[in-house]
């Protein structure tokens, strides 16, 4: 089975740093896309970044968090990263890594793209 633990919520200050990470387990993830959402009470989950294991190591952020956040994802480790720097209060949010097989570069920070889920890491900016 297929098993993502996201761990590095806190709470901080606005203008603060952060630095999430997705630990995963079960499956060879070369070739596949990996990402993060978040969800804020009463609001829709969104992404926030995602990236193609392959051999492009394509990223893509939404303007959102272009600027501030920096996925990476280290294949010996199996964990995905989320550094997030200059925090806002509207980042507050549960925070979920997602996984999914794709044989081509054609990741889309979509949610119904990932099959595969963590439980979340709040993270909360005041």
């Known amino acids: 089975d297929v098993q993502l633990v996201e761990s590095g919520g806190d709470s901080v200050q606005a203008g603060g740093s952060l630095r999430l990470s997705c630990a995963a387990s079960?499956?060879?993830?070369?070739?596949?896309?990996m990402g993060w959402f978040r969800q804020a009470p009463g609001k829709e989950r969104d992404g926030v970044a995602d990236i193609y294991t392959g051999d492009s190591r394509t990223v893509y952020y939404p303007d959102s968090v272009k600027g501030r956040f920096a996925i990476s994802q280290d294949n010996a480790e199996n964990t995905m990263y989320l550094q997030m720097t200059s925090l806002k209060t509207d980042d507050t949010a549960m925070y979920y890594c997602?996984?999914?097989?794709?044989?081509?570069?054609?990741?889309?920070?979509?949610?119904?793209?990932?099959?595969?889920w963590g439980q979340g890491t709040q993270v909360t900016v005041s």
């Open positions: 079960g499956r060879n993830y070369v070739k596949w896309c």
């Open positions: 997602a996984a999914a097989l794709q044989p081509s570069d054609e990741c889309l920070l979509i949610e119904s793209q990932y099959h595969y």
